[in-house]
Every structure is written in C-alpha cells, then in structure tokens.
C-alpha cells in the first residue's frame, strides 16, 4: 500500500513557475514508476508527464514538452514536477500517481495509486 500526497501547488501569472511534489507513504517507492496526471474542469483527465523507476526515463505530453521537469528523490520518496512558462490553460488540479512496474505508462488506469490532487491555477 503507498499512499501519495501532493503539494505546492496555487496560484501563479502566466509566464511564473511553480514546483509540485508528491511524497509517499510506505516502503519501497524506488520499485514504482510515478505519473503525473491534470484535470481541468469538464475535461477529461490527461498524462503530463511520467518517469521511471530509477528516473533514468521521463516522458511528457506534447502539451508540456520543454516546459515541465519531472525528477525524482528515491531518499526522500519523492517525486517532483518542475512546471516553468505557464499558461492558463496548464489549470487544473495535478495529480501524482504510482505504478507497481518496470515500465511508466501515459494511461491512467494503469496506475495502482493517487494522491488526492492539488490545484494550479495560472492567470492571465
């Protein structure tokens, strides 16, 4: 069982920064890939970006490429996302999400465990 909380998100202008972290409860983090997820209200819940075990591979959505980090601290069980020239349609609430594998995925349902989200909100 892992339970993941996430935090740092609020609110910053178009162009700002803002870093999310996502630290997890219980043993063994280092053998879970982690993804980052966001849902925006009436749409449907997208990848933004993923990263593997050992965070020797990350992937990203083309909506995030180049502006967003994700990184990992397996001493620290946590799991960072790096958001940098924000938009206002990156709002949403951002989600970290475990996968007991050696292979991160884009799709949601393969992930074992969420967190229970934090909002970004990125003015105009």
């Known amino acids: 069982q892992v339970q993941l909380v996430e935090s740092g998100g609020g609110l910053v202008q178009a162009g700002g920064s803002l870093r999310l972290s996502c630290t997890a409860s219980?043993?063994?983090?280092?053998?879970?890939?982690m993804g980052w997820f966001r849902q925006a209200p009436g749409v449907e819940r997208e990848f933004v970006g993923a990263?593997?075990?050992?965070?020797?591979?990350?992937d990203y959505a083309d909506s995030v490429k180049g502006r967003f980090t994700i990184s990992r601290d397996n001493a620290k069980n946590t799991v960072y996302l790096q958001m940098n020239s924000l938009k206002p349609e990156d709002t949403a609430v951002y989600y970290c999400a475990a996968r007991q594998s050696f292979f991160a995925s884009t799709m949601g349902r393969d992930y074992d465990y969420w967190g229970q989200g934090t909002q970004v909100t990125v003015s105009s």
């Open positions: 990263i593997t075990r050992s965070g020797g591979t990350t």
């Open positions: 219980g043993r063994a983090f280092s053998s879970y890939c």
